[in-house]
């Protein structure tokens, strides 16, 4: 009898041990999220032993280059970042090549693009990933305010100092602490076309400045097809369309001045480079789908447009990231189907490009994350995503020839060569301004977009909200 | 807790009107579940106190409830007091802001959008669905395949809200090749309004030429005798039939005006706007018209070449030449469902096509319940079925449809899933809710979980007058 009355308080016991474990992690799921090797028995360390001689296999050899990394076998972690599909399998190589080095067992977690949000929610929820690739640093200057991240100065000081110029280094780096390291770069100054569209128009490219590509877009519409394909779905496109204007017109200066909102938005220089951009978007008959198409076209969907069947639009603009998607979603080949020119220059500026990234950084004091942020920094890390394509890394330990096609190393090139170059303005911005779905800047040029006349009430709009989300 | 449970068993089975055996209580296979170990915890934790104590009813109830009572605090009680808190509260830098979090909360134009779309919603959702559901009810109490039909319509609850969001996103896709809403309206527009061969063409000299809707007129009359040459640019070298020739001049006719219409770009560029160049070809199958004060006088098509000839004019006068609309009139490019216009209506049908069914069968449940030889009496009273329907079977079901109703007001109050699914990002901010702009504000970019917690608390405060009405009506009745 006194054996089964324990027996029951013992069931008792675990039966509420599960329940509380299992609202836990219903409570924490988020995102789509993959293992790399067996799924679901993460957190039971006695099932290691087994699970764990199943993941050094992935690896076999060890390389040599990583051998400084510590053995953490048994260790498990997870690492979150905006990549799906295609880029997520090149990213997983780059986990395998961890992984082999150090059995660790790792988990990605694909945000999508609300990383703020998922982030957000895990920081609350006291369950973080252990490292998160963050693609705008205003993101990780939030999460710093928060106490939410760990520095890791001291943890790469000795890659970053040997392959990261001193630029990649500041951007990482807030109140002379260092927090990110910038591990994935893209040109966001290429500006992509169909050759045969361009073609058949009788234009000729590289396309140099603004009233070139103005002049062009009416004869490629006369010739039968839309000139631009706009993916307003997505508001990040059109920060992009504003910034590379912004830069040409106003100056790199003046970009970083209205990124840290020294300058208001109401500032006729604001007003000079939407004039310009209206001028693209107040022709309806020059957008693929026209104004109200437009908006609910997304990223990936702009780039099938120009390079899929049937096609739909001549030229595409967005950063060198197109490529990827060319190869993925479309039979367009690069060099023969598609290519791309420097945005054109407005008004004589200088040759500018405008850089995004994502930097990697730890939420959790945990050794393996630690050591995964060492390994980022080696130029292994990277160059193992720089070999599969779509990857551009700002690592000068990455030779130039490990670019699998001319049109990337053309990219990387141009990044080189640049006589001013910044990074994306919307990413240095707090998010709630320059990077979160229908709020801010995404929403305010979309409605900028869907009706190109109201310049003025756009411009005072995109104060306000500045005004709220910089808190001044 | 530890004493051996048989003796006392013993002694407590004459006390007790209990005739229920400790022993096997404390002895029950561990799958026996909650209620019986809470039984036999009890009755051991009686017995170790006071051997000859007989614990109140309120105490044995208390003790009953305890595991109820933890968990509700846990994961009722102690949140929504959190939140009321934490709503006082700014970001993690700002501290306690007091009431300022409310006063944000009705001052910033985007929760005012998402209150008034919530607004919209709880107006019209939860009615429309309960109506609908009536409907179902009363007609599928008549047909024959009752039960496959209330299947197809119950089957909506079935799918997950998230994907009911994505089905419905993609019907709503402005395109008709993708979005079904507009396949099926293009398919009828198509069929009154076919769609010309050359779309979205446009003059190569806007200056001769004028867009008339989809027509083009010239801008000048021209006279019988003699020929005009139209320019058009814009068109697709695809959509050229591949019949069509080289275009040339047309050649002067008495007492017919002629022309050419052609495709005037060139494949690559050079030629000159205006001009027939080498590898210009014709536009053939327009219907061109000359007109005289508005008046048709006389009509032609264009050949191959693009050449036509408008005979039986008079000589010396003046016309004007168009082209007809038929030719240019572009394909349905579809309605714009999720536009800023009518994305929260777009957004209500979806739910009512997954709630609907709910209604449906709790009011058909209702009715079944619902004694038949009031129904009867009714009818032979003379009562027509209408009249049977409105003042017998509605009021009759007034409670199970009061029930659905409120029940659909909170649902309706506390929608998410939906509006953050079926909304392309464009147009998200103009269908936000309440529970979209608490969780936007919270984790989204500003991680302002005060705010987050100001809009939480507003949001439980609407909820709780349908609560309350729910929970009497459930007292009510038992």
């Keep these: 009898m006194k054996r089964g009355v324990m027996k029951h308080k013992k069931f008792i016991l675990v039966m509420g041990v599960l329940a509380v474990v299992g609202l836990i992690f219903a409570g924490c799921g988020g995102g789509a999220t993959t293992t790399t090797s067996a799924p679901a028995t993460t957190v039971t360390s006695a099932t290691t032993s087994s699970t764990e001689a199943a993941t050094s296999t992935t690896g076999g050899a060890t390389s040599t280059t990583t051998a400084s990394l510590p053995d953490l076998t048994g260790q498990s972690m997870e690492i979150a970042a905006v990549w799906s599909s295609g880029e997520q399998d090149a990213f997983q190589k780059v986990i395998d090549a961890f992984t082999a080095a150090t059995h660790a067992k790792v988990t990605f977690t694909s945000t999508g693009n609300d990383i703020a949000t998922i982030l957000g929610t895990r920081i609350a929820g006291g369950n973080p990933p252990d490292v998160a690739f963050v693609p705008q640093p205003g993101l990780m200057a939030a999460l710093v305010q928060q106490n939410a991240l760990q520095p890791i100065g001291d943890l790469v000081s000795g890659a970053a100092s040997q392959y990261y110029s001193k630029g990649w280094i500041d951007l990482g780096t807030i109140n002379g602490t260092m927090y990110g390291l910038v591990y994935k770069l893209a040109n966001k100054s290429t500006f992509w076309y169909s050759i045969e569209a361009l073609k058949n128009a009788g234009v000729t490219v590289p396309i140099a400045t603004w009233d070139d590509l103005i002049s062009a877009a009416g004869t490629i519409s006369s010739s039968g097809i839309t000139p631009f394909s706009i993916g307003g779905g997505d508001g990040w496109t059109l920060t992009d369309w504003f910034e590379n204007i912004y830069l040409r017109t106003a100056g790199a200066d003046m970009y970083q001045k209205l990124a840290t909102h020294a300058i208001p938005w109401t500032d006729p220089s604001v007003t000079t480079a939407l004039q310009d951009l209206a001028q693209i978007f107040s022709q309806s008959s020059w957008v693929a789908g026209g104004n109200s198409g437009a908006l609910q076209v997304t990223f990936p969907q702009s780039v099938v447009q120009v390079f899929g069947s049937p096609q739909k639009a001549a030229m595409v603009y967005e950063g060198d990231f197109v490529a990827g998607v060319i190869t993925s979603q479309t039979k367009a080949k690069l060099g023969t189907d598609a290519d791309w020119f420097p945005f054109p220059s407005i008004n004589g500026s200088a040759p500018a490009v405008m850089a995004g990234g994502d930097t990697a950084v730890l939420l959790k004091d945990s050794a393996a994350g630690k050591a995964f942020i060492q390994f980022i920094a080696t130029p292994d890390a990277s160059d193992i995503w720089v070999k599969q394509g779509g990857f551009t890394s700002p690592n000068s330990g990455v030779p130039l020839s490990d670019y699998p096609d001319p049109i990337l190393a053309k990219a990387a090139e141009e990044m080189q060569k640049a006589s001013s170059a910044v990074f994306d303005m919307s990413d240095q911005m707090p998010p709630a301004f320059g990077g979160t779905p229908s709020q801010g800047e995404w929403k305010l040029l979309q409605d900028f977009l869907a009706n190109p006349g109201n310049l003025n009430s756009i411009q005072q709009q995109l104060e306000s909200a500045a005004k709220a989300a910089f808190g001044s | ?478």
């Design chain 2, 1 to 478: 807790m530890s004493e051996p449970a048989k003796d006392d068993g013993n002694g407590r089975q004459g006390r007790g009107g209990n005739g229920e055996q400790p022993g096997p209580v404390g002895a029950a296979p561990a799958g026996a579940g909650w209620l019986a170990t809470a039984g036999g915890a009890v009755a051991t934790l009686g017995r170790t106190r006071l051997r000859g104590w007989r614990p109140s009813r309120w105490t044995i109830a208390l003790l009953f409830l305890i595991p109820a009572l933890v968990f509700l605090g846990v994961l009722v009680v102690y949140p929504i007091f959190f939140s009321v808190v934490r709503s006082l509260y700014g970001t993690p830098g700002q501290g306690f802001v007091g009431f300022h979090n409310y006063k944000a909360m009705f001052t910033d134009p985007t929760t005012l959008t998402a209150i008034k779309n919530n607004a919209i919603w709880v107006a019209v959702a939860p009615t429309l669905a309960t109506l609908i559901g009536l409907v179902f009810a009363v007609v599928t109490e008549r047909v024959k395949l009752r039960t496959a039909f209330k299947i197809v319509i119950f089957m909506p609850m079935a799918i997950s809200f998230l994907s009911a969001g994505v089905i419905w996103r993609l019907v709503y896709e402005q395109d008709p090749h993708i979005g079904l809403a507009n396949a099926g309206i293009s398919a009828i527009v198509d069929v009154f309004r076919p769609p010309g061969q050359y779309p979205n063409a446009t003059p190569s000299q806007p200056q001769l030429l004028k867009a008339q809707g989809y027509a083009f007129d010239t801008a000048s009359s021209h006279a019988a005798d003699t020929t005009v040459l139209l320019g058009l640019v814009g068109i697709r070298p695809s959509l050229v039939p591949s019949n069509a020739v080289q275009a040339r001049p047309a050649q002067a006719q008495p007492g017919a005006l002629a022309g050419t219409v052609w495709l005037d770009f060139k494949p690559g560029g050079g030629g000159t706007a205006g001009a027939i160049d080498p590898g210009e070809r014709g536009l053939p199958g327009i219907a061109v018209e000359a007109l005289q004060n508005g008046k048709s006088m006389g009509s032609a098509k264009t050949a191959l070449d693009g050449t036509f000839f408008i005979e039986g004019l008079d000589p010396g006068v003046k016309y004007a030449v168009q082209l007809g609309s038929s030719a240019f009139r572009p394909a349905y490019g579809g309605f714009s469902w999720l536009g800023a216009a009518l994305v929260t209506p777009s957004i209500i049908v979806a739910y009512i096509w997954i709630w609907a069914g709910f209604a449906m069968v709790l009011i058909a449940a209702g009715l079944a319940a619902i004694p038949r030889d009031v129904l009867e009496a009714a009818r032979v009273d003379g009562a027509s079925e209408w009249q049977v329907f409105r003042k017998v079977t509605v009021p009759l079901l007034m409670p199970v449809i009061l029930v659905v109703l409120v029940t659909l007001v909170v649902n309706v109050l506390k929608i998410f899933d939906l509006v953050i699914v079926i909304p392309p990002e464009s147009t998200q901010a103009q269908a936000n809710v309440i529970a979209l702009q608490m969780w936007r504000v919270s984790f989204g970019g500003g991680l302002n979980q005060g705010l987050g917690s100001a809009l939480a608390v507003f949001l439980f405060i609407l909820i709780v007058p349908a609560m309350a009405f729910n929970v009497r009506r459930f007292r009510s009745e038992t």
